[in-house]
């Protein structure tokens, strides 16, 4: 099948060159090798210019004829081509689809191509990180769980989804929002919520939060997926709408901000494209249970595991920033955390009718 | 807030009938008790009738003059007062919001109306279960994370959602379906497709299975939430869509099948409202493994843990078919489960385009 994406054929030509690279090796009776990005941990840092996690520029090499590589080097080939296949072929598949699909006893022994799933994912990394491509863009679906509405239309393939005539419901975010496939129209909201609970989305939706804010409200229900993230950085990216986090204050919530807002270690070689370095943490704070007066039976009793990721991500770079090592300090002090339910505790719609306008008119974030 | 609609009326005059007994039995200057349904394992039942798990007729009473009562009894009361209170805001909340809104330190002791969520809920249950209402009819939002697409429309509020024209994403599955929130509109399908697994129901989407195949595919990731089962029973009722489970060969697949079918224990209650017994399982069986020539290198083992679940199961009532003892009795002989991610091996699309279109045609499946 002809590929007519242009973004298609520029993957295709970039694993064509890979495997002509290796060709010419074997023509010339050479070790045939893959030079491929480190993705250990003393490859990471966190770039101060980007602010994000990246990967650093130690490459290693992969070689046929060394008995410790073969076995990878043969599934590093066996992935790009299906890759290549996949693309050709207009479909996009998930990582478990790839493994079943290439998993098989190899012609005269028996020995199995992968044995399992957690061979073939690293190798899929290898591919992204080596290639700079998303996972997306070589047409893996990664899993996506969220749901977003608002002042926007989206433009996927022939259909128009128009998101603040969703109803009670929303729209499942896909696994690919990259712009071939996903194409932003009439945005009329002024900034993007990103929200950490389901259950609190739903009271923004029910509650027509992003019709009267002018917003977009978005949640990855917990950790988000690759593709709400991505969806949002590329609002912000394309938009400049500003990004707010919601989440509970607790070091999970804190931690899932910093994951929206500079990256993650495990997917450093991507955080480019993920990454959102502008958004800010508008709540829950600990210094909110004295602004608004909440009372003390709806907090929660900071445990000792609490208090031991708090002093780990007091460490980190990007939380050295006075206003977070003041609010770690804060919460250590008071031991308590606090769920956005709690909120719930003012009144059913206090969280969208004071709490949140009130912080966003008070400019009241954490950077 | 005058509540206008007719249902939310009818739920509050359950609510304030119980109220009013109460009030009656103190006039009376009698111990104040409320009558509840039994849920313990020894009042659920098999109901060969309906083909649903029940639960049976036996009930307790709950006294405010019975220490051992006191507290249910005012958290019954508390509960039932605040659910009241939501619906006349016309508002929906989560149970996690209930909690916190009801919790604080009764005035002049240091007892806490509730100590932990654990001590809500079940107490939201009796409620259920007593006036014989859905925790959605008593506008609590039970999490849902399900999408779906198809051909029909739906109409949610002053919102119109075609379920043609969802791109590659789908509508994310509001907590409340119920007739008077959600109606059916052209729906042109013929059956309902419940998949189990969402990277396969991305697969289906993508294919636009629902339209080459007019049909409308469910997906509620992993085991489906109320919400998705009660989308797909309404289907059921009201329009008689044959409902087809596409589930992973092993325990857990089946087992998901089974609750879709005739309910779970811990939902007994409700399942009148949820389960949809007309339920088909289409695949995968271990029988597909000859009939479609799956390589044996993509089955996986079975492990103990597996064969314990299965010679539970085949102990169930429901699974006595001998259909179900003899896929039970099958994949124990062969001791190999299947993913649906297993017939990538035969293709990309060959789920989408042989394995379900042949196994509709020969109305190959499981009762």
Redesign the interface.
């Known amino acids: 099948m002809a590929v007519t994406d242009k973004k298609d054929k520029e993957v295709i030509q970039k694993l064509e060159s890979v495997g002509a690279a290796l060709l010419k090796q074997i023509d010339k009776k050479e070790d045939p090798q893959i030079e491929l990005p480190v993705r250990s941990l003393n490859n990471i840092y966190f770039d101060k210019k980007s602010k994000t996690i990246k990967l650093g520029d130690k490459t290693s090499m992969r070689n046929f004829l060394n008995v410790a590589h073969t076995r990878k080097f043969m599934q590093s080939v066996l992935v790009a081509a299906e890759i290549k296949k996949?693309i050709e072929?207009e479909?996009?598949?998930?990582i478990?689809?790839?493994?079943?699909?290439l998993?098989?006893?190899i012609d005269g022994t028996t020995e199995?191509t992968f044995e399992e799933q957690g061979e073939s994912d690293p190798i899929i990394e290898d591919i992204e990180a080596s290639t700079n491509l998303l996972r997306e863009e070589l047409h893996l679906?990664a899993?996506s769980?969220g749901?977003v509405t608002g002042d926007l239309k989206?433009r996927?393939?022939k259909?128009?989804?128009d998101l603040t005539?969703?109803?009670?419901?929303?729209?499942?975010?896909?696994?690919?929002v990259e712009p071939e496939?996903?194409e932003f129209k009439d945005v009329n909201a002024e900034y993007v919520l990103f929200i950490e609970k389901?259950?609190v989305w739903?009271?923004f939706n029910?509650d027509q939060f992003w019709r009267k804010n002018k917003c977009i409200i978005v949640t990855g229900?917990g950790q988000p997926s690759r593709a709400e993230r991505r969806l949002v950085q590329r609002l912000n990216h394309e938009y400049e709408l500003p990004v707010y986090a919601l989440m509970d204050a607790d070091p999970w919530g804190m931690y899932i901000y910093s994951v929206i807002k500079q990256g993650s270690i495990s997917l450093s070689y991507s955080e480019e494209k993920l990454a959102c370095p502008d958004t800010k943490y508008i709540g829950l704070s600990t210094q909110d249970v004295e602004t608004y007066k909440i009372?003390k039976?709806?907090t929660i009793k900071l445990n000792s595991l609490d208090v031991k990721r708090l002093n780990e991500m007091a460490s980190y770079e990007w939380f050295k920033k006075k206003e977070w090592q003041d609010e770690f300090a804060n919460m250590k002090q008071k031991a308590v955390k606090l769920?956005l339910?709690?909120?719930?505790?003012k009144g059913?719609?206090f969280i969208t009718e004071e709490y949140l306008p009130d912080k966003i008119k008070r400019k009241d974030f954490l950077p």
Chains 1, 2 share one sequence.
């Open positions: 996949v072929e479909a996009t598949v998930s478990r689809d790839l493994y079943y699909a998993k098989h006893t199995n679906a899993s769980k749901v989206i996927d393939g259909d128009t989804i005539k969703m109803g009670s419901g929303g729209w499942g975010v896909p696994s690919n496939r996903i389901d259950a739903k009271r029910e229900r009372p039976e709806v769920e339910e709690a909120l719930s505790k059913i719609r």
